[in-house]
């Protein structure tokens, strides 16, 4: 069985619930379901600049397990009032993976942990040797 190694951010969520920002087990690295915050662990207003959070928190994730953006090959967002943000959400995502391409999942949900939060982004990668 390949070595597991996890990364946490330290959030109290990770503690709460029992669950790690990132773990990487052989080359495969998955990031949990990461909210766009800044420094001040609050969210930027709108969905850009939330999805342009979530997209550093997970390079960040990536880069802690010997990744990075790059190595990426699955992204989900999960996205609140769809109608209203996907296209703020997309044009991130274009602008973190327009080279890289990965297999993409954007879909509809009701809410989050609060009602000032509009988007929450999984990735899936496999580290380059």
């Not at 946490?8 to 495969?28: L, M, P, Q």
């Amino acid at each position: 069985m390949s070595e597991r190694r996890h990364h946490s951010s330290g959030t109290e969520w990770e503690s709460r619930i029992g669950y790690a920002r990132a773990i990487r087990v052989g080359d495969s690295i998955h990031v949990s379901g990461t909210l766009g915050v800044g420094p001040d662990g609050r969210p930027p207003d709108g969905a850009y600049a939330q999805a342009v959070a979530s997209f550093r928190r997970i390079g960040a994730a990536l880069e802690a397990l010997g990744s990075s953006l790059a190595d990426v090959v699955r992204t989900r967002m999960y996205v609140v009032d769809m109608e209203q943000n996907q296209l703020d959400v997309g044009r991130a995502h274009s602008e973190f993976f327009s080279e890289v391409r990965p297999a993409s999942t954007m879909l509809g949900v009701a809410g989050f942990v609060g009602p000032e939060y509009l988007v929450e982004i999984e990735a899936e990668a496999i580290a380059s040797s």
